[in-house]
């Protein structure tokens, strides 16, 4: 089982970046896949983000050119760069940690607690 803390979330105005952090712990960290996902109010958990234990990504279509997932598995880190942000990417953002390199979140068995990003017009 993998521990995932999520820090860097914030309020940010559109058109601006942020850089989300996840904090990983326990002995498996680099032969999973890690993810990131986003609920905003009212809304469906959805896939952002996916990198494999071989650095393979994979984006969802809405953020595809904007966002970059990376990992260091020396630190058991993984990030996720946002950049040309816009007011439809507030949400809480979650970090999660996957045996298969997969989107569904159903396949993700550890989560964090999520980290708030907001962003104003």
């Known amino acids: 089982q993998v521990q995932l803390v999520e820090s860097g979330g914030g309020l940010v105005q559109a058109g601006g970046s942020l850089r989300l952090s996840c904090a990983a712990s326990g002995r498996t960290f680099s032969s999973v896949a890690m993810g990131w996902f986003r609920q905003a109010p009212g809304k469906e958990r959805e896939f952002v983000a996916t990198?494999?234990?071989?650095?393979?990504?994979l984006y969802a279509d809405a953020v595809k050119g904007r966002f970059t997932i990376s990992r260091d598995n020396a630190k058991k880190m993984v990030y996720l760069q946002m950049n040309s942000l816009k007011p439809e990417d507030t949400a809480v953002y979650y970090c999660?940690?996957?045996?298969?390199?997969?989107?569904?979140?159903?396949?993700?068995?550890?989560w964090g607690q999520g980290t708030q990003v907001t962003v104003s017009s």
């Open positions: 999660a940690a996957s045996t298969r390199y997969t989107s569904r979140p159903a396949d993700f068995s550890s």
């Open positions: 990198i494999s234990w071989m650095n393979y990504t």
